[in-house]
């Protein structure tokens, strides 16, 4: 009967250890108000432009999300977040032209490194 008990247990572990590993807490509000706070970069975007970008951010966070909460593997996830990333860099490029970006890129990287402290995953995608 013990050992009844420590085998149910150890699947339970298994279990819960398996589905909590599947799940990623991603601040994904948090994150979408990081990536849409631009204003001090310098970048004197036109208003279209503005909300361009916010909407490819809200794209963007959206996607990560949806990966990072996926039953994937991870070699899935990082393959996925880095497609993302290449799409997204070239959609940048396109609203912002290719120096503002990389000026926008350099200063996200900065503000989003307590969420790739948090969300391992997350350098893939940035």
């Known amino acids: 009967m013990k ?5 149910l247990a150890f699947v339970m572990g298994l ?3 398996n589905t909590s590993s599947a799940q ?5 509000a948090d994150f979408l108000n990081t990536m849409n ?7 004197d975007l036109s208003p279209d432009k503005s909300s361009e970008l916010k909407d490819l951010n809200k ?3 959206d996607n990560v999300s ?7 593997d991870q070699d899935k996830k990082i393959a996925d977040l880095k497609s993302l990333q290449k799409d997204t860099k070239k959609k940048g490029i396109d609203i912002l032209g290719e120096d503002d970006f990389n000026k926008y ?11 790739n402290r ?9």
């Open 105 to 115: 890129k350099k200063s996200m990287k900065k503000k989003l490194k307590p969420f």
């Open 15 to 17: 279990v819960v250890i």
């Open 24 to 28: 990623v807490d991603f601040p994904k």
């Open 66 to 72: 949806d990966i990072l909460n996926s039953d994937k």
């Open 59 to 61: 794209g963007l966070v």
């Open 3 to 7: 050992n009844l008990g420590f085998i």
């Open 37 to 43: 706070s631009f204003d001090d970069i310098g970048l």
């Open 118 to 126: 948090k969300v391992k995953l997350l350098k893939y995608a940035l």
